[in-house]
């Protein structure tokens, strides 16, 4: 997978493409990058990239010119690619879309900076605008880098076999377990003692019960779609009526 980033400031890249998981993708050439720099497209002497809004107000508009220009250039390089922009007002990425992008060969990404883009840039490029939450970043990059990664650990290859993304669909939609390694008692907090016992099965339920607790106490929207099975209702109901929560 190859991904074409257009961007004000390149150089804030460097360390989430060259890290960890998406360092290694590149490194054995499951995962490539070009970087755009948006003001080389600028054609004006003082290669101008943003403007006053048309109708007034507070800051600065993304030129269409110079990004209709790297973009050319970028889906040049990168023919038929799907074309996304970052922006606060772009669907919440997900998971699923996520996965559905890891099977793309290439993608193109736009990082917004100022209050925004001209609008028609995003029309002649059909541009679909992605968010990643709902708190306001200074610009579109580190939107960039976190679709990036979510994106980049799933083209097949990316994860190493102990990490792999296939125990993902396993917590079926919940929050995850506690998790816990040696040593078994840190200054007095002990490590629950049904983890050392050696029984899987009492492992296995102890994990589902606290991954239950967890998802209700901090996101109980997630029990709506969950996979849930007829125990896990069960336990469920016990932690309402038993004030657990
Ligand atoms: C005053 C209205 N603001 C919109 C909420 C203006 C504004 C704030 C921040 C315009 C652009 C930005 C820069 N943010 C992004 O480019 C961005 C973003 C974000 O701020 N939050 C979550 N996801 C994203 S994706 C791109």
């Known amino acids: ?143 960039a880098m976190v679709l990036v990664d979510a994106v980049g650990r799933l083209v097949p290859g990316v994860l190493g076999s102990s990490e792999s993304a296939e125990d993902e669909s396993f917590s079926a939609g919940l929050l995850e377990y506690p998790h816990y390694t040696r040593p078994p008692e840190f200054r007095g907090l002990k490590v629950p003692e049904v983890l050392l016992s050696g029984n899987h099965k009492e492992i296995a339920r102890w994990r589902r019960t606290q991954a239950l607790l967890k998802t209700s106490r901090i996101r109980p929207s997630l029990l709506e779609t969950a996979d849930l099975t007829g125990e896990d209702l069960r336990v469920l109901q016990e932690l309402e009526q038993g004030g657990a929560r």
Request: hydrophobic share 40%; aromatic share 8%.
């Open 1 to 143: 997978m190859k991904f074409h980033i257009l961007t004000l400031f390149p150089e804030m890249f460097a360390g989430p493409l060259s890290t960890s998981i998406i360092g290694r993708g590149v490194e054995s050439g499951l995962l490539g990058f070009e970087l755009y720099n948006i003001r080389d497209y600028a054609l004006d002497r003082h290669r101008t990239v943003d403007d006053a809004p048309y109708g007034g107000g507070a800051g600065m508009v993304m030129k269409v010119e110079p990004l209709t220009a790297c973009l050319e250039e970028a889906t040049r390089n990168a023919p038929g690619a799907r074309v996304l922009l970052a922006s606060p007002r772009g669907t919440p990425l997900t998971q699923k879309m996520a996965a559905e992008l890891a099977t793309e060969r290439e993608i193109v990404v736009v990082c917004g900076r100022y209050e925004g883009i001209d609008e028609r840039v995003r029309e002649l490029f059909s541009a679909v605008e992605f968010s990643i939450g709902d708190y306001v970043l200074t610009g579109g990059e580190l939107a």
